[in-house]
């Protein structure tokens, strides 16, 4: 009976575990997004965002690449041109969250 109790309990463990882990999916595309910036090719930073169906400006809002904001990410990584179109993205925000959590931005490393 203590073996049937154990195996339940490791059975139920991996998905409370994952539960707040992101899919796979999500993983890919924001690492995706994060070497597409770094590339500084907004040919490939483009058609990333677009087969991600991914706002430049919700990208530059939210997403954390390896613990910098992506438009810092970009410039940290020489990728100028990548940068500069995400800050331009961010020119027309006229409302500024003053309460953002940092639940709401998506960090990533790779």
């Known amino acids: 009976m203590a073996a049937v109790v154990a195996v339940c309990g490791l059975a139920i ?28 090719n907004l040919v490939r930073f483009n058609k990333t965002m677009k087969e991600y169906r991914l706002k430049t400006q919700t990208v530059a809002l939210k997403v954390v690449c390896n613990g910098e ?18 800050n331009e993205s961010l020119e027309d925000v006229s409302i500024e969250d003053v309460a953002l959590q940092s639940q709401d931005k998506i960090h990533v490393n790779y």
Do not use: K, Q, W
Request: glycine share 2%.
């Open 69 to 86: 904001n992506i438009p810092d990410f970009a410039a940290t990584h020489g990728a100028y041109r990548t940068a500069e179109r995400l």
């Open 13 to 40: 463990a991996p998905t409370t575990a994952s539960a707040d882990a992101m899919s796979s999916y999500m993983e890919t595309a924001l690492i995706d997004v994060c070497r597409s910036a770094e590339s500084n």
